[in-house]
């Protein structure tokens, strides 16, 4: 902001270095571009990213369903496993079972489910979710956690753009310096040996 600042300050100063103006410009267009281009990239992002997501969760949706299986047994060392975040915004415990069920042409199934119901007992009614031919499936994804990883997606490029944005801004910056002083040690290299002598004008 300081660089921004003298792009104003230093317009009259009779003290003013071409290098002072372009590095106040230099960090003013920085400023822009992180303030305007990097929000933009991110909502654009996100929204492209929102209607991807929105479009799997429909698929998903339509290919899956949820049945009732009946339990067997508990599947062996069967532990009580936290639910996708990738699919679903709940963190519903799930338990590992074996259990039997129909597929939706009405063709027997069994095998290993996991299931957020807390009544595991042989016997007991479980709700899963199964694809179109039968076999278990995880739960379809659902919009609100969809549109979180939208999110995500969206302030991450920004905050990425912005880091992106600054790293280019120090670089010309540094380079800028860089010349500056390389001008300064040929200027003092051909007046030094002369500096303060009597009759080289000094």
């Known amino acids: 902001m300081r660089a921004v600042s003298g792009v104003w300050r230093w317009r009259h100063n009779p003290l003013r270095r071409a290098t002072d103006r372009r590095e106040a410009w230099v960090t003013l267009v920085a400023l822009l571009l992180m303030v305007l281009a990097a929000p933009a990239l991110g909502w654009l992002c996100g929204s492209l990213t929102d209607d991807v997501l929105q479009e799997s969760v429909r698929s998903q949706q339509e290919q899956r369903r949820a049945t009732t299986a009946v339990v067997v047994r508990r599947a062996a060392g069967a532990a009580r496993l936290v639910g996708d975040p990738e699919v679903s915004s709940e963190r519903t415990p799930q ?27 042989p016997g007991s009614r479980v709700r899963i979710w199964t694809d179109r031919q039968g076999r278990p499936a995880l739960r379809p994804m659902d919009a609100p956690t969809a549109r979180t990883h939208a999110v995500l997606a969206g302030v991450g490029v920004a905050l990425l753009g912005a880091a992106l944005v600054e790293g280019g801004r120090r670089l010309i910056v540094w380079r800028m310096v860089h010349r500056r002083y390389e001008r300064l040690d040929r200027a003092w290299a051909e007046a030094g040996p002369d500096w303060g002598r009597t009759g080289t004008g000094s």
Request: aromatic fraction near 4%; hydrophobic fraction near 30%; avoid cysteine.
């Open 95 to 121: 338990t590992s079972v074996v259990a039997r069920w129909k597929a939706p042409d009405g063709t027997p199934r069994s095998g290993r489910v996991s299931t957020p119901s807390r009544i595991v007992d």
